[in-house]
């Protein structure tokens, strides 16, 4: 199994940054790709940024300009630094990483999600 940790979040006021960052761990043998998420209270939740093991990035409309995705594959950790954040950036941030780990000498696919961590924007 692959378990992701995600720590950064917090409460900053409107303009402000925060970076987060998401580790994963386990027996991993490839990690694909890993994105973050995010759900604010009475929405779906939804793709915020991505990138891929060959450093592609995608980002939603709303945070581009404004949110960086960026990856350390040697410590299997992904980080979105967030700039000029807004009230509706407000939400609860999740990452999420997909790939192949190990067990018992075989390889098998993962999907795995972060317990989540809050971001509030709010003077």
């Known amino acids: 199994q692959v378990q992701l940790v995600e720590s950064g979040g917090g409460l900053v006021q409107p303009g402000g940054s925060l970076r987060l960052s998401c580790t994963a761990s386990?027996?991993?043998?490839?990690?694909?790709?890993m994105d973050w998420y995010r759900q604010a209270p009475g929405k779906q939740r939804e793709l915020v940024a991505a990138i891929t093991s060959g450093g592609s990035t995608n980002y939603a409309d709303s945070v581009k300009g404004r949110f960086t995705i960026s990856r350390d594959s040697a410590k299997n950790t992904v980080y979105l630094q967030m700039n000029s954040l807004k009230p509706e950036d407000t939400a609860v941030y999740y990452c999420?990483?997909?790939?192949?780990?190990?067990?018992?000498?075989?390889?098998?696919?993962?999907?795995?999600w972060g317990q989540g961590t809050q971001v509030t924007v709010s003077s």
């Open positions: 999420n990483a997909r790939g192949r780990y190990w067990r018992n000498r075989r390889l098998f696919d993962f999907d795995s």
């Open positions: 386990g027996n991993i043998y490839i990690i694909n790709a």
